[in-house]
């Protein structure tokens, strides 16, 4: 017996950073997948087979100048940190014991802030369960558990990207819970992954901690600001109130304009280093009715992703516009689907 298990990466759309202070935040599901397979091996223990992450390879487009090595040995162990956790959670809370075989695939890039870290746990636990009979269709579950590995792990983490990995669609965090929303349409998005992998001694642990040094960041320049920051983290919440309002009467115009304003707000906190401002900027004015950074942003000269809403008829203009920077640039679909488990 073989199971399959599939995820879904995520965009936060609005509201990252400020939902750590309690704002609300929209996030959603985008149609690049990451899949565990488990099967039964002839010996104990568990054998781990990962073929293929992108930002561990190369990635390049044939068909351009553009080539992109990533050789990130350490962004891997810490990838395979998150199925070990996974393995070990199930084996203690849920008795499981081995003699399996886990496989992993992935087309989601590692640390670009596009939800690798939650796609791999929920897909492992998910995979496990259903090969050791203890699937019980239960979403809300799975969803929690992913959630206890991913803070186990990486210290603190929102529920959001379990959430997405999970459920897929729209989620909205509101006051530390998750809302699914389902009435929200399916739109295009490009992607820009700005990865400037420095390999070599010293620099893996600036990667590492990328996410919880800037959430850090942050927070000492709210510290500093108190008053400003909380003028700034109310607007952030109002815009991803508008934007759920404008997603809903799919008025893009205003949801770009929505996300300019984001970003602005999300430069204002020092999140947006100069690599990905120029690309929002480049966005903003090669056809994107909006552009911003997505997730956690990025450390000066780290990695870190865009995301811009195209014009109609303009993403080619934009992925090209986009592309020339050297950023991976990806022309992908929100709302996509949330956990999907298989048996062959
Ligand atoms: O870049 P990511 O996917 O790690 O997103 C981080 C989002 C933050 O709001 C900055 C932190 C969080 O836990 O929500």
């Not at 017996?1 to 202070?21: C, D, N, Q, R, T």
């Amino acid at each position: 017996m073989k199971i399959i298990a599939s995820v879904p990466a995520k965009a936060i759309l609005f509201g990252e950073h400020f939902v750590v202070y309690g704002k609300r935040a929209l996030a959603t599901a985008l149609n690049l997948r990451l899949s565990v397979e488990v099967s039964g091996r002839a010996g104990e223990g568990y054998h781990l087979i990962v073929e293929d992450i992108p930002l561990f390879g190369l990635d390049m487009e044939l068909t351009s100048e553009y080539a992109q090595p990533f050789i990130n040995y350490d962004e891997a162990a810490r990838a395979i940190a998150y199925i070990r956790s996974a393995v070990q959670y199930m084996e203690r809370e849920y008795g499981i014991d081995g003699g399996v075989e886990l496989r992993v695939k992935s087309e989601i890039p590692l640390s670009a802030g596009l939800g690798s870290s939650a796609a791999t746990t929920v897909a492992t636990i998910a995979a496990l369960k259903r090969y050791f009979g203890l699937w019980n269709g239960d979403l809300d579950e799975l969803r929690r558990d992913a959630h206890k590995i991913e803070k186990a792990v990486q210290g603190n983490a929102s529920p959001t990207d379990t959430a997405i990995s999970t459920y897929g669609g729209y989620v909205l965090i509101e006051g530390g819970g998750v809302k699914r929303l389902r009435d929200l349409p399916e739109i295009e998005l490009v992607t820009g992954t700005i990865c400037t992998i420095p390999v070599g001694a010293g620099h893996e642990s600036e990667l590492r901690l990328k996410t919880r040094e800037l959430v850090e960041r942050v927070k000492t320049r709210k510290e500093a600001f108190s008053s400003v920051f909380e003028h700034i983290a109310s607007a952030a919440d109002e815009l991803t109130g508008e934007a759920v309002v404008a997603l809903r009467r799919h008025d893009l115009t205003r949801l770009g304009s929505l996300m300019n304003i984001n970003h602005g707000l999300l430069d204002s906190i020092g999140v947006v280093p100069r690599r990905l401002s120029e690309l929002v900027k480049l966005a903003q004015e090669s056809g994107a009715l909006g552009a911003k950074v997505t997730g956690a942003g990025a450390l000066p000269d780290g990695t870190g992703t865009v995301i811009a809403l195209p014009a109609a008829g303009h993403s080619d203009e934009l992925r090209i516009a986009m592309g020339l920077t050297g950023a991976i640039v990806r022309d992908l679909r929100t709302n996509a689907m949330g956990l999907v488990v298989e048996e062959e």
